[in-house]
């Protein structure tokens, strides 16, 4: 079964550094588009950050120049590193594996949550 194991979640303060990490496994991982998502009280999940299986990165605004996400295929993981932390950025992140797929003669997409990570910054 596939699952993913986000982990690196913690209590910073603002300004600071985190680097999260999701571990993925039961599923051809190089094929998948990652993300990282997040999700704070009161408010929808909103995309923090992308990567294809080709390497391509895209940022929601408000984080980029401040955030980088990458992978690594062959220990099946990806990773956001978190630079200039705000308090806005407190929320639970999520991992999230994403592909589209034919199945049946129809695309189908295939997507994969991790259980979730806290990330407080303190002001």
């Known amino acids: 079964q596939v699952q993913l194991v986000e982990s690196g979640g913690g209590l910073v303060q603002a300004g600071g550094t985190l680097r999260l990490s999701c571990a993925a496994s039961g599923l051809a991982f190089s094929a998948y588009t990652m993300g990282w998502y997040r999700q704070s009280p009161g408010k929808q999940r909103e995309s923090v950050a992308s990567?294809?299986?080709?390497?391509?990165?895209d940022y929601a605004d408000s984080v980029k120049g401040r955030f980088t996400i990458s992978r690594d295929n062959a220990k099946n993981a990806v990773y956001l590193q978190m630079n200039s932390l705000e308090p806005e950025d407190t929320a639970v992140y999520y991992c999230n594996a994403d592909l589209m797929i034919i199945a049946g003669g129809r695309w189908t997409r295939q997507t994969y949550w991790g259980q979730g990570t806290q990330v407080t910054v303190s002001s």
């Open positions: 990567i294809t299986s080709g390497g391509s990165a």
